[in-house]
């Protein structure tokens, strides 16, 4: 049995979706193979009592200084691991060397991109790539970042996924049910758009392309989740004729039900910064989807690998009319209430996260024995 510890600033209770991919993939792990050393975050006691595996909680943030360093000692010393694994690569990623322990990286995407167009960064992130045993990446998209930066990196790609057990398509009597309890009026179509608020993920695209979808009749937009965005759009929301319905953050069991009452989930992501910003992969595209959910999706990063092909729609410019324009077809058309089952089944099949953690323990151990 390979035994390594996850030194991790990202992991359950926070809440993301880097959070959720590791929780998900070391909840399925064999408990006795490894040790988790992360942060302290609210709840985070209750949580580590029914995790199966030990977790240690050091501080709000993990930095690569000497006390984090100090700290980190005892509980890896102790644990005796073949192999250490860091996420992200950088900052934690620049404590390497201070083990003399084999170690793997995880990438997602935003934490290689964004460093490599910093110098002193870049120079510190290819340095971590090139002493590692190899990097798993998350997907395709951080798989390329990674290549670019060190062509000849080892790199398994283990994407996110879902829990097919909670994230499944509903019958329509339980999905009319679920409908007369969200909605305002459940003869209408349900737009829904869940993530962060955040200029990244395209909310604000979406209520634009509202205004310009207006001649469409029996419309209903919700948005789920909070951030830094929620003002603007609050504004924005105002010139929209059809309601425009603002949950904030939701726990998991309603964001479910919602996924699975919604008649099409847009995701509008988009670059920023030049591209330097991108979308690491868009888990919550899977998540509507594993509900039976079509989804209309920006290409950012890694956004395309997480759709359906036979049921969603990318959109190539990502601007409100083309959002419009694509809503307006599926809408229009009998797509939507239809392939409900097909798109759930694809999206179970590929990314069942009882299969993804089998792939990510292979990997490990791939990398420990070379």
């Known amino acids: 049995m390979i035994r390594h510890v996850l030194v991790t600033n990202d992991f359950l209770p926070k809440v993301g979706g880097i959070q959720a991919y590791l929780g998900e993939i ?3 792990l064999d408990p006795q193979s490894f040790l988790v050393i992360t942060t302290r975050v609210p709840g985070c006691e209750e949580f580590d009592r029914d995790f199966p595996a030990p977790i240690v909680r050091l501080g ?3 930095l690569p200084t000497p006390a984090t360093v100090r700290e980190l000692a005892g509980p890896i010393a102790e644990f005796s691991p073949d192999l250490l694994v860091y ?3 950088v900052p934690i990623g620049v404590t390497r060397d201070a083990f003399k322990i084999p170690y793997a990286l995880i990438a997602h995407g935003a934490e290689v991109r964004v460093p490599a167009y910093l110098p002193g960064l870049r120079a510190q992130l290819r340095r971590t790539i090139q002493g590692s045993r190899g990097v798993i990446a998350a997907g395709g998209y951080p798989a390329e970042e990674v290549r670019k ?12 996924g879902i829990d097919p057990e909670r994230f499944c398509e509903v019958d329509e009597s339980r999905r009319a049910s679920l409908r007369r309890t969200w909605m305002q009026d459940p003869e209408r179509t349900l737009v829904l758009f869940v993530s962060r608020l955040v200029p990244r993920k395209g909310a604000d695209t979406l209520l634009r392309a509202m205004v310009g979808i207006e001649s ?5 937009v919700h948005v789920v989740g909070d951030g830094r965005d929620r003002r603007r759009l609050d504004r924005l929301a105002m010139a929209v004729s059809s309601p425009v319905v603002f949950h904030g953050r939701l726990d998991e069991e309603a964001k479910i039900e919602l996924y699975q009452a919604a008649d099409v989930f847009v995701f509008p992501a988009r670059d920023r910064w030049l591209g330097v910003e991108q979308e690491g992969f868009g888990i919550v595209i899977l998540e509507a989807q594993a509900c039976g ?10 956004t395309p690998e997480a759709l359906v092909p036979s049921s969603g729609q990318l959109l190539r410019r990502g601007d409100p009319a083309e959002l419009a324009a694509v809503l307006r077809t599926m809408v229009d058309s009998a797509r939507l209430g239809s392939g409900r089952r097909a798109t759930s089944a694809y999206v179970r099949e590929h990314f069942d ?3 993804l953690s089998k792939a990510y323990g292979s990997a490990l151990r791939a990398l420990v024995n070379g």
């Not at 062509?151 to 398994?156: F, L, N, T, Y």
Request: no cysteine.
């Open 87 to 89: 996420d992200p690569i």
């Open 353 to 355: 996260y009882d299969q």
């Open 60 to 62: 709000k943030r993990l």
């Open 149 to 160: 930066l060190v062509p000849e990196a080892r790199i398994v790609v283990v994407p996110p």
């Open 216 to 220: 469409i009749q029996g419309l209903e």
């Open 293 to 302: 959910t079509p989804a209309i999706i920006g290409v950012s990063g890694g």
């Open 26 to 28: 070391y909840s399925r």
